[in-house]
């Protein structure tokens, strides 16, 4: 069987692979043109993605061959499921098991953007002593952390936050019945949350519903010293309305992983305007991208192949 992998992945799993007696193309530049090329050439049973874009053209490229897409994460937006579907191609993903990552990466960025860490960094690295400027951080504990979506991620940041002593608001349209037993934790609407909390951190999928969820009159209700994080989709903001919230001060600052235009390579210039902020604080998309995330990604997507190519069975289909 073919397997095509268009994107990072782990060198244990390529060996799984070719020990099951998998033909594998490995290849993690593949991108747009040169992905299309290459399914047509390959034209795999099982094609392979993280952050890859998956669009009908390439679909139609790997022919009658290709069965399934496999996104080696828990998100698959970036994937024309709808037109997979039509030609019976399934759509598989790896959920769950770079949670803990994204849950890492996003209190880092609180804390990071709490203590002005890069900046600290940065002085000191062109030879600039100020402890009086970078004295003054409000600290965590007794904060109040807004959790919008409180899925599994959503809920390891809550956990960690508490570890830091701070109180939880969550908005979610499902209860999370083991956080409101805690005197900490309450549920609410959006609009209470976004209104209370010191720092809102999202925690959402990509859907219709969640695009532009903090638009601007959103962001303008929260307080003028609270901290906006994003380490879900970037389609969940509105990109412009943020940065004109920064640049007019009615939040005190940003933290993303993720941005409304992302470039299709791991290595490309980064144009975004709001890159120049100083109270915005960025990374590249690398929520997931710890080696206990990867090689647990890595291993569930072998499973997926290997049960697929013993007997037909199709796990974590997300199009059906």
């Not at 880092?108 to 940065?122: E, F, K, P, Q, S």
């Not at 969640?210 to 209700?221: C, P």
């Not at 994003?230 to 939040?251: H, W």
């Not at 290595?267 to 604080?281: E, G, H, Q, R, V």
């Amino acid at each position: 069987m073919k397997v095509l992998i268009a994107d990072k992945f782990e060198a244990a799993g390529l060996d799984q692979l070719n020990e099951m007696g998998c033909e594998v193309t490995f290849d993690p530049e593949l991108k747009e043109a040169a992905l299309l090329g290459a399914l047509g050439k390959v034209k795999p049973a099982v094609l392979v993605v993280r952050s890859t874009r998956v669009e009908a053209d390439h679909l139609a490229a790997a022919d009658t061959q290709l069965k399934i897409v496999l996104r080696a994460g828990s998100g698959y937006n970036t994937i024309d499921t709808a037109t997979a579907k039509k030609r019976g191609i399934k759509v598989c993903n790896c959920p769950g098991l770079n949670s803990t990552a994204v849950a890492e990466l996003t209190m880092g960025l609180i804390m990071a953007l709490d203590r002005h860490i890069a900046d600290n960094v940065n002085d000191l690295r062109d030879g600039k002593w100020d402890k009086k400027k970078y004295g003054k951080a409000r600290g965590l504990k007794g904060r109040t952390l807004g959790v919008v979506g409180m899925g599994q991620i959503g809920q390891l940041v809550a956990r960690r936050a508490i570890a830091f002593e701070m109180d939880i608001l969550y908005y979610d349209v499902i209860a999370a019945t083991e956080f409101d037993k805690m005197a900490c934790v309450q549920r609410v609407e959006l609009d209470d949350l976004l209104k209370r909390a010191d720092i809102v951190t999202l925690h959402v999928p990509a859907l219709p519903a969640t695009e532009g969820l903090m638009n601007a009159d959103r962001i303008a209700m929260m307080q003028p010293h609270a901290f906006l994080i994003n380490t879900c989709r970037g389609s969940v903001i509105d990109e412009p309305a943020l940065v004109q919230a920064l640049k007019a001060g009615k939040i005190a600052a940003a933290g993303c992983d993720v941005y409304a235009a992302e470039p299709s390579s791991t290595k490309a210039d980064f144009t975004a305007a709001i890159k120049d902020l100083p109270n915005f604080y960025g990374t590249h998309h690398i929520g997931a991208s710890t080696d206990q995330a990867q090689q647990a990604v890595g291993q569930e997507a072998v499973r997926i192949i290997r049960e697929f190519k013993t007997d037909g069975t199709v796990l974590n289909c997300v199009n059906e």
